[in-house]
């Protein structure tokens, strides 16, 4: 799992004194638990790091963060004061992010300006930046980040630990997307609550505090599962009437994931959205050996060989049937 550290990594944070910390558009734990750890580290090692986010927020258990996050490079400049400042050593460093549109429209401009690091575990997108430490064997971003502070000679805050912990549960699906190569993720895991991360309060931030709407759209959702393949593959779908009566911030998609991956034969998932009257967005997961990153890749996106997604410009009948072809061949 765990792979050396680029020395050009090293060169890069050590060239700089400014970095703009960014991360992928809706942010999840790893995208914002990555950002906030290794922005923290840079500050204690005498840099500054600025928390730069294209949002937008909906999801229940990083609410809490937003307002850590500054929507511009200007707008996180101006809040440190550096507005008018010319270091003449800044950079960008992406993290959690497998390809340059997913950080926005906006930031894609601003980074233009800057070298470019980028740290992630996905194992398709489009390959980007300056400088890449790209692991796809990671569980996730915010291992790599906790792989980096222990070579720069690092011991986690108490805080920190549980940003770090918060993203790898994330994206593990508290422990469940681990199969029999997880070993050395679990000492990790390990080693982080002994540095002060709370299993328990993690657990309550990530499927807690729902609304009862969130458990409605659920079941909503659930109730028109449309088996294919023999079962194999299972589709859902989201209206985008559902969209503007929920809201995005009661989807509740690990739950539905987890849910429907326990049918029996089931091997893929297909969750199509709805986000406007002819834009769709895509998620994909898998718990064999469906290759769903690959699927994403083909259609523009990006993701892990479990979990991929990507946006789709059309109907949703249109990428249904697409996707249909796609997996009649594979599952």
């Not at 993290?95 to 980074?111: K, M, N």
């Not at 993701?303 to 796609?326: C, N, Q």
Request: glycine share 10%; net charge negative.
């Amino acid at each position: 799992m765990l792979t050396a550290i680029p020395r050009k990594l090293r060169d890069f944070l050590e060239q700089f004194n400014t970095f703009y910390i960014l991360g992928h558009e809706e942010p999840d734990g790893d995208c914002l638990g990555s950002q906030k750890a290794i922005a923290s580290v840079l500050n204690r090692t005498g840099r500054t790091a600025l928390l730069c986010s294209p949002g937008p927020f909906f999801r229940p258990e990083v609410k809490g963060i937003e307002h850590l996050f500054a929507s511009s490079f200007r707008e996180a400049a101006a809040e440190s004061g550096m507005v008018g400042q010319n270091t003449g050593s800044e950079a960008v460093i992406i993290v959690d992010c497998s390809t340059p549109e997913r950080i926005g429209a906006g930031f894609a401009e601003e980074i233009k300006n800057y070298p470019v690091a980028v740290i992630d575990h996905h194992a398709s997108g489009e390959e980007f930046g300056d400088v890449r430490f790209v692991n796809g064997n990671s569980p996730s971003t915010t291992i790599l980040i906790y792989q980096l502070m222990k070579e720069l000679g690092l011991e986690p805050t108490p805080e920190e630990a549980e940003d770090l912990l918060f993203g790898f549960l994330t994206d593990t699906g508290y422990f469940r997307h681990l199969d029999k190569s997880g070993a050395d993720s679990m000492k990790l895991a390990a080693e982080l609550v002994g540095y002060g991360a709370s299993l328990k309060d993690l657990y309550f931030r990530m499927y807690g505090g729902r609304q009862l709407e969130s458990k409605i759209l659920t079941g909503k959702v659930l109730s028109r599962a449309v088996p294919h393949f023999g079962g194999k593959c299972i589709e859902i779908y989201e209206t985008f009437e559902e969209k503007e009566a929920f809201g995005a911030e009661n989807r509740d998609s690990d739950t539905i994931y987890s849910q429907l991956l326990g049918v029996k034969e089931c091997e893929a998932v297909i969750f199509i959205r709805e986000e406007s009257r002819d834009k769709c967005s895509v998620s994909l997961r898998s718990r064999s050996d469906v290759d769903v990153g690959a699927v994403s890749k083909s259609f523009g996106g990006g993701g892990h060989k479990r979990a991929a997604g990507f946006e789709w410009t059309g109907t949703r009948a249109e990428i249904s049937a697409k996707l249909l072809d796609v997996f009649s061949k594979i599952v």
